[in-house]
């Protein structure tokens, strides 16, 4: 249809609804703002797009992104650095919670990102979860704990629980605490928050 | 800093932030996403993004996208359209809007993009409007009409003002109706579109 433009343009809008929460309409207002003499824009989006294929991958040992090496290896610079407490293992969903961690500055030990969580309305079982590479890292000797710093949710309380259940016996399994966020308004947060919140009290040394 | 990944990320990252409405959380879930097991819709968005830097082009008639032909020129298919209505040109203001206007399927003519709209106030005066370009295409034999569809906003009416005072002498110029969308309610119509839809009001054969 010519409405559409070309192919080449009806392409370039198609690859762009694979991103998420992009549809037509904004994969079309991407396309028609590059097309519109941005093409700079453009070419450097091509041309990183290529290069982050070709250079980045998961972390062999944690799922964290990293650049491959020249041997055709990748160690994504948290795991490459010495530094690192090497008794700490701190369990996270994406990679994104492990950056939101590092920015907090909180772990001083190393990850490990399962990319999933235990979800049996959509599916996921156990045996769809990475345990067998977390395992080995757990077996890297030093680690300690596992911080299992999955999210609150159903699904992350019940990863939780069965890494707890799978690896409590070798390890020291510790859990982030649930609660109201500094700044937060005791009124306005929900019940199972406040429940939380209740339950991991802790003594105050006075 | 590790907490931002490898270069190549980043450098993927700060390439998404050229997309209009997208800022650096959004260009790092769109990161994440393709670096997360997304890589065949990453090689394709590559490859879209450069075949179409090397093959688009505005048309060289009307500034409509128009693929790149082999000596070079670029005409898009409705200005190569031989069943087009040579007697009318529709001036837009942007791609989107021609085909907002063919979807409708209102227009059988030509178009002309303008590309912008007059905004004294953002310092786009006459000059900086595609004048000469447009007087070319209604310098064509056969061009009877210019219909101006610009949008009913400040700078869209002062752009049609400005091209009926410019090419009122040589051709019919005309205006698209502004006042209340179909299936809109008067209740909730603003004060201007209800004052247009009065101005604008033509007689009914009974």
Redesign the interface.
């Known amino acids: 249809v010519?409405?559409?433009?070309?192919s080449?343009?009806q392409?370039?809008v198609?690859?762009?609804t694979?991103?998420?929460?992009v549809g037509e309409k904004?994969a079309?207002?991407?396309?028609?703002?590059?097309?519109?003499d941005?093409?700079p824009?453009?070419?450097?989006?091509?041309?990183?797009?290529?290069?982050?294929?070709a250079?980045?991958s998961?972390c062999e040992r944690c799922g964290?992104?990293?650049?491959v090496d020249s041997e055709g290896g990748a160690t994504c610079?948290?795991c490459a650095?010495d530094r690192r407490d090497p008794r700490q293992l701190c369990v996270v969903a994406?990679?994104?919670d492990l950056?939101a961690i590092?920015?907090s500055g909180a772990m001083r030990g190393r990850y490990f990102v399962l990319?999933r969580l235990l979800s049996p309305l959509d599916g996921v079982g156990p045996e769809e979860l990475p345990l067998t590479r977390l395992q080995r890292q757990l077996e890297i000797p030093g680690v300690e704990e596992l911080v299992i710093a999955t999210p609150p949710s159903v699904e992350g309380e019940a990863t939780a629980l069965h890494l707890a259940r799978e690896f409590g016996g070798r390890v020291r399994v510790t859990r982030i605490a649930s609660g109201i966020p500094h700044g937060g308004d005791l009124e306005f947060a929900d019940p199972i928050t406040l429940g939380r919140a209740m339950a991991g009290r802790r003594t105050l040394d006075g």
Request: proline share 5%; aromatic share 4%.
């Open positions: 010519a409405s559409l433009g070309p080449v343009m392409r370039l198609q690859a762009f694979r991103l998420p929460g904004t079309l207002r991407f396309t028609l703002h590059l097309l519109g941005q093409k824009a453009m070419e450097a989006l091509s041309l990183a797009l290529s290069e982050a294929c250079r980045l998961p964290n992104i990293a650049e610079s948290i650095d994406r990679v994104q950056m590092e920015r990319g």
